[in-house]
């Protein structure tokens, strides 16, 4: 699918878009989850590219009223945002079918390049495509960065909460939570003193851009089974929770709650809920239970797996599948003539544990969040908490780019092809317009070629 920005410039389209199909919406969430790589900027922006640029199945307004709630949820905000339009759309079937296709496709990939890596150790092939895919993964967080920005940063103010944001994350070293809280209280407390600063994107013309009247628009009625209900609250808890004592009460009663499988289940609904700022914030805490505690696997396989994990589609937080992989294997939770089932089956309970949690808090949260969207009150600490995004997701840029140019450390050598490749990539989105899979594809060629080429050059 491609995935460039329409050409804007022309007169919008007047006409709203015909209702879209259960099946047609299927096929599009099918897509997505194949090509949504970049991390939760580049797969926000690609979405907004989709949903509503082209397609208009839903407004700018709406859209970030949407994104601003599953930024202060735990867990990863993209697949969160594609829960919750699916399920604006479609109902409880459409938001569980967009969020499980968004992750489904990450794991099935994971899934196999884990046995690759296991089976047959460090293959050069492979090292190079990802030689060259890094480079372009921090061009796509550095262009998602500035798009997401040019909508959220209208005024003086956004920037600086964006500039303070930053400044908090990268040289204080500031947790996310402490960052949301902060630019929660600054729009609550601001929409008081200057209502028309923290608008919704407000500042310089509102959200508001030539794309034409969307299926749902910024007037659209809360469609009947998006109101607020406590019975359907307590629904959907229930069933949540429900699934969780099922799924947890089936790895007790047959393997026991002292088995790999049990703790993995335990360990991974708490990492669950303390995902807030996305995938980086929780590693540390990953790292310390998996390698450290659990010894489901070592560090270096732990970097390994992080490298996988930026070069997939799907959320970040999907390495956690390969450390179920990886824990399943070493473990020999099946025994020892079956580890390709036994990281398998690692690699689906620790992905079900970790995103239940995701699904359970845009299904029961949804209605009260749909309820509110127009409410100065509301909508004013989330176009805060925006701004501060845009900082925070900045910074992901530069520890990108840290990692990516510098391999060893500062004190280690100076990586010139990756900053050529980077830079063509920077140049490829913000000049060209460049869709993320032709990149993607280019950048992993170019790498592949480079990484085949300098052992005979030496």
């Known amino acids: 699918m491609d995935t460039a920005l329409p050409d804007t410039s022309s007169l919008a389209p007047s006409a709203r878009p015909e209702p879209i199909s259960f099946s047609e919406a299927f096929r599009f969430w099918l897509r997505l989850g194949f090509i949504s790589f970049g991390g939760p900027a580049g797969q926000i922006a690609i979405m907004h590219a989709e949903l509503v640029e082209r397609r208009r199945w839903i407004s700018e307004k709406r859209f970030l009223h949407a994104l601003n709630f599953c930024m202060l949820l735990p867990g990863p905000e993209a697949q969160q945002l594609a829960t919750y339009i699916g399920w604006l759309m479609h109902r ?12 489904l496709p990450s794991l099935f990939i994971l899934i196999a390049l884990s046995w690759i890596y296991l089976r047959f150790g460090n293959v050069p092939v492979v090292a190079g495509i990802f030689y060259g895919i890094k480079p372009a993964v921090t061009a796509l967080v550095l262009h998602a960065a500035h798009r997401i920005g040019g909508r959220a940063l209208r005024n003086r103010w956004m920037w600086g909460i964006a500039g303070a944001a930053f400044l908090a994350i990268f040289a204080f070293d500031t947790p996310f939570p402490a960052i949301v809280l902060a630019a929660g209280l600054i729009g609550y407390f601001g929409a008081r003193w200057a209502p028309g600063v923290f608008a919704l994107g407000g500042g310089h013309g509102g959200a508001t851009q030539g794309y034409g009247p969307a299926l749902i628009d910024d007037d659209t ?6 109101r607020f209900s406590r019975r359907q609250l307590l629904k959907v808890i229930a069933i949540g929770l429900g699934l969780w004592l099922l799924a947890m009460g089936i790895l007790v009663a047959v393997l026991g709650t002292e088995s790999t499988l049990a703790q993995m289940g335990w360990f991974f609904t708490k990492a669950a809920l303390l995902t807030f700022g996305g995938a980086y914030a929780v590693l540390p805490y990953v790292y310390q239970g998996a390698v450290e505690h659990y010894q489901w696997l070592s560090g270096a396989q732990m970097i390994d797996g992080l490298a996988l994990g930026e070069t997939t589609p799907g959320p970040l937080i999907m390495v956690v599948a390969f450390v179920g992989f990886v824990g399943g294997w070493l473990k020999q939770v099946l025994g020892p003539d079956s580890l390709f089932l036994a990281g398998a089956l690692a690699a689906t309970v620790v992905t079900f544990f970790t995103f239940l949690p995701s699904f359970i808090f845009v299904l029961a949260g949804g209605p009260a969040i749909e309820a509110t969207h127009g409410r100065l009150g509301f909508t004013a600490p989330l176009s805060a908490i925006t701004a501060a995004v845009v900082g925070v997701i900045l910074n992901l840029a530069l520890f990108f780019a840290y990692h990516v140019l510098w391999p060893k450390g500062f004190g280690g ?8 490749i980077a830079a063509a990539a920077v140049v490829a989105l913000f000049r060209f ?8 594809g280019a950048c992993a060629a170019i790498g592949l070629a480079v990484s085949l080429a300098l052992p005979l050059l030496r």
């Open 92 to 103: 409880t079937w459409g938001g569980i079918v967009a969020g499980a296709l968004f992750v």
């Open 221 to 226: 009625p809360t469609p009947p089974h998006a």
């Open 413 to 420: 050598h100076f990586d010139a092809v990756s900053a050529l």
């Open 433 to 440: 317009k460049v869709g993320v899979m032709p990149l993607l």
